[in-house]
């Protein structure tokens, strides 16, 4: 080892400079990371295979500038090294993890060489060496001494951007060659056309970087060291800054994260008002905000705006922001006038600085042709519109622009200087022209962050064989590790009906001569398929959970696992986690609990319709006992209605015990699945309530409860559990005054309060108010989360839904990665117990909680991505429909909220939110007629706590209620530059009398035509779409699969989506914890 110095020079709190000198030890024997080593160098895992042609090292401008390139997947043997990583982190935090998280993936085929530690391929810096230049000669110098130590096996390609570095070196040494990032991409790489035109994108961007003039648009942000002193003082608030959707233009809202001044009380965010007080933050960046003197404050809009009570953005149908009407004056009670600038909730501020900027992918639209556009030499910069509202035009240079033209295209910002009013970017990846059904698919994944490929071959390589010729069996050995349950248990499962990936089953027998009880919940052993730090396992933990989209689903696991090793099939052996239960046959009360692996054979593969006929007494047909004579089938039979019966019994014991603790049962959407002679879903229509549905559902939650106290006890303070934190009661305001204007008194004051408030809350002849009141509390609720013991105190872990003091989710390993931790903790938990250590290394507290916020930010993706696509086949059912001819565009439709200018309903035929206008942008007014047919007229609106009424100039007015019905008429307004909507017009303030379907055939009618106009557009798509052989042996799924659907479904029970899209209008409006 060498011992040398190395000189930096760094500044400090108050600008002066100062020279560091640090010690600085070279080795001989760095890891070099490639298979082809014949030195033994320590290298670990991960190492470069040794059959490419070539490895390839960036030098420093080619990491900071393109390393998008050297993301993509085909690129193989990339050699990152310590110098270049260096100049990466220089550039920001994000994108030096983005490298780490690349380098440490096993799936992508890079390392990181510690160049400046190795003694014979450190370069010192020379006096007057400018640091660009410092910088590649030690890349090259790396380059040279890897291609020595490997002997010359291996020739390594280093590409530059600096044309004088190419001229300098590519001659010095055989076998290592200089050459810049376009060369290498062409003569290397000629067919990978994603390559070339990220290159073209990225190089074009460079090119216009400079802004177009150097006047000011916007304050320059704060230095990181000043914005640091005011947040530790309290003079600056720290938060991220989320953008109402609804007001994108005006409005935004900064969560912040607690603030050091305790005189200030900011829990609700600070408000912002404007572009230029959002100065040029994005939504999501993590920002510092100033307050702003209480002379500046401004009051915030109630005025309805388009697609405000929907799920998706809000539309105006053009290309370009709306233009500024004159506000018409709105007359409000004197009860009503009470948004005034000191009471609208929200402290007011502006950003002063960025702290961290969470950029992602944006699908923009490339607009028509425009005369504005400027041009610069041979490429165009184009203002491009974002899909999302909430993100500002985006500049773009290229030289497609109009061949791009109403193309949704894949950008990433790049800059956002002073002196533009817009942040500049560059082109990533095209999807195809607006409007088209794939299109639109595949903008809602990327605008949620949601990249789900194929299973890659060396996934599939960790799969079991498994075929119809021969089909995989239990291991003896590995059975005799299990308890067999296979001839002592009648195991049954209970799921939709088509179901094939079951990955639970239930159990039930007496014990003791009946003095005792035994219930079993068996859950698919996945983890015994899925070793913790596989390929399968790190591509599991990445996705966190299956997606759902209204047309097909993107597992989480290849689907040898999720439909057929891991789904416990009746008649067939498998492996399972179990929960067993001793319980007292009188009073239920628990004897004795035991978990364990085991091995069981499902008897009975039941569908809760069947399940629930056989509780009734009524005579049906179960298919697995065909098979015998009158008498043995009779007897089996019998046996099976009798652990139905019993397990009933149990499950109605569990949910009085959950009730009398205050459990919650909110508004959620239940449905069926209809399928067709190939097993695919045709529709989706409401289900009927069965009691079987809540039976396996309190069987399922018993067994997660009971999980999460046994890994809590064993590991206090790394265990994986999910908590819902009791909503804040001003939250419930909505629902209060709603209820008490319906003439009910809702008690907000504890979980058990609110249940029996909203049991008492029915209106005999309606049952639509409950339903809607149950809506609203949902609404109040906030997120259900995982986290890691340790990052909490016990009083924390309390379940508000559930009225848990403790729970977890392990129950749907197949479709949710955190089920799969939960099962490896509770595996390590057992041979804690039999006095074995766990067989690997359980995750500290830290890595915990990184890995339960991860899996929490996905989960909200999957939500968002499920409520957009749901949005989007809405559209497409009314798009081509007449509303003035066609009857299944005209709906009976509920007031919830009342607005300025309108009022916010739910149609519960199709499942509809959206506003519906008293008041247009002419002044005109709603009147209604005799026969309550509705005309607009010049007229005022008058808006009290709980209806508003219009009056024309005539004199005539009409009252709309809350939970009044009125008629409404659906159409849909198409953009070319975001989503779709759907428009609800009042066509009547009478119920809708139409002769229309019932509402579960038109919500059926919706789905199937939603699904033939999906399958008509993928064949009319050009070219015709085949799946390839990957997607065919990997199964990236485009039906959602019954079970998960279903199982989905109670996931989501207690969810309201429209609440996901407020952030920006309330503080926390989020999902409330799923039932199991």
Known sequence: MIKTERILHLRRFRGRKVRVVREHYLRERVPCFSSLCQADCANGVKVLPGDLTHYVMPDADVVVDYLEILELKELQGIIFTQTACQALHSKGRRFYNRLR???KDPRFHCVQFANEFQQYSFCPREKGESQEKWQTRCVYSAAVWY?????????????????????????????????????????????????????????????????????????????????????????????????????????????????SSQAMDLSSGVLVHGGKNRNRAVHGDVVVVELLPRSEWRGRATLLTEGQGD????????????????????????????????????????????????????????????????????????????????????????????????????VRLDSWESTSLYPNGHSVKVLGRAGELETEVQTILVENCIHVPPFSEAQ???????????????????????????????????????????????????????????LGVHIADVTHFVPEGSLTDLEARTRATTYYLADRRYDMLPAVLSADLCSLLGGVDRYAMSVLWELDAGSLAVRRVWFGRTVIRSSYQLHYELA????????????????????????????LIQALEMLTRVSRHLRLQRDRGGALELEGVEVRAQLDKDKNITALVPRQPLEVHETVAECMIYANHWVARKIQESFPNRALLRRHPPPRLELFSQLVDTAKAMGFSVDTRTNK?????????????DPMVNRLLRMMATRAMSQALYFSTGSQPQDQYYHYGLALDRYTHFTSPIRRYADMVVHRLLTAALELEQGAGPAGILATNRELEELAQHINNKNWTAQRAQSASTGLFQCLFFRDRDPQT????????????????????????????????????????????????????????????????????????????????????????????????????????????????PASQGHRQLVQEVVRLAESAQQTAAPT???????RDFLQSRTPNLYSILEEIRELALMDLDALSQASEQTVLTVPDPLP
């Open 460 to 518: 599939m390589k960790e799969m079991p064989l498994s075929s119809p010729e021969k089909p995989w069996r239990v291991d003896p050995a590995e059975v005799a590790r299990r308890r067999d349950l296979r001839d002592s248990h009648l195991v049954f499962s209970i799921d939709p009906l088509g179901c094939e990936d079951v990955d639970d089953t239930l159990s039930v027998r007496s014990l003791a001569g009946g003095t005792l009880l035994e």
């Open 101 to 103: 998280s690349l380098v």
């Open 886 to 997: 066609d009857l299944r565009c005209v709906a009976d439709a509920i007031i919830y909220a009342i607005r300025d200018n309108g009022v916010l309903v739910f149609v519960p035929e199709y499942g509809i939110k959206g506003p519906v206008y008293l008041r247009n942008k002419e002044g005109q007014v709603v009147s209604a007629e005799a026969g309550g047919s509705c005309k607009w007229q010049g007229g005022k609106v008058r808006r009290y706590p709980s209806y508003i009424t219009t009056t024309t100039a005539g004199g005539c007015s009409a009252t709309f209620r809350l939970m009044s019905h009125i008629t409404v008429r659906i159409s849909v307004r198409s953009s070319s530059c975001h989503s779709d909507t759907l428009v609800l017009e009042v066509i009547s303030n009478q119920p809708h009398r139409g002769s229309g379907p």
């Open 1025 to 1031: 779409h085949k799946l390839s052989r990957q997607e």
């Open 612 to 639: 629930q006929a056989l509780l009734n007494g009524e005579e049906v047909r179960v298919p697995e006992l065909e098979r015998f004579c009158p008498e043995e089938k009779d007897l089996k039979l019998a046996q």
């Open 753 to 765: 309060a609110l249940a029996d408030s909203l049991d008492r809350a029915v209106d005999p002849q």
């Open 147 to 259: 291609y020595n130590h490997l002997a010359g096996m291996m020739n390594v390609v280093m590409i530059t951007e600096d044309e004088e570095a190419v001229a300098q070196y590519s001659s010095l040494h055989s076998g290592v060659y200089v050459v810049t990032v376009q060369d290498y991409l062409q003569n290397f790489w000629p067919d990978l056309q994603a390559a070339q035109e990220l290159y073209a994108s990225i190089s074009q961007a460079l090119e216009e970087r400079e802004a177009e003039d150097s006047q000011r648009e916007f304050p320059e942000h704060l230095p990181a060291e000043v914005m640091e002193a005011g947040i530790k003082s309290g003079r600056y608030i720290q938060g991220t800054l989320s953008v109402n959707k609804h007001r994108a233009q005006s409005e935004a809202l900064v969560q912040t994260e607690g603030s």
């Open 311 to 410: 799920d998706r953005s809000p539309d105006d149908g053009q290309e370009k922001p709306m233009p500024t009407v004159k506000p018409i004056p709105v007359e409000k009670s004197a009860d009503m006038q009470r948004c005034t600038a000191e009471k609208c909730g929200h402290d007011q501020g502006r950003v002063v600085g960025v702290l961290q900027r969470n950029w992602r992918d944006y699908v923009v639209t490339f607009p028509s042709r425009d005369a504005s556009q400027s041009q610069s030499r041979s490429c165009q910069r184009v203002l491009t519109v974002p899909w999302d509202r909430r993100i500002p035009k985006i500049r773009i240079s290229t030289q497609q622009a109009e061949a791009l033209q109403d193309h949704r295209v894949v």
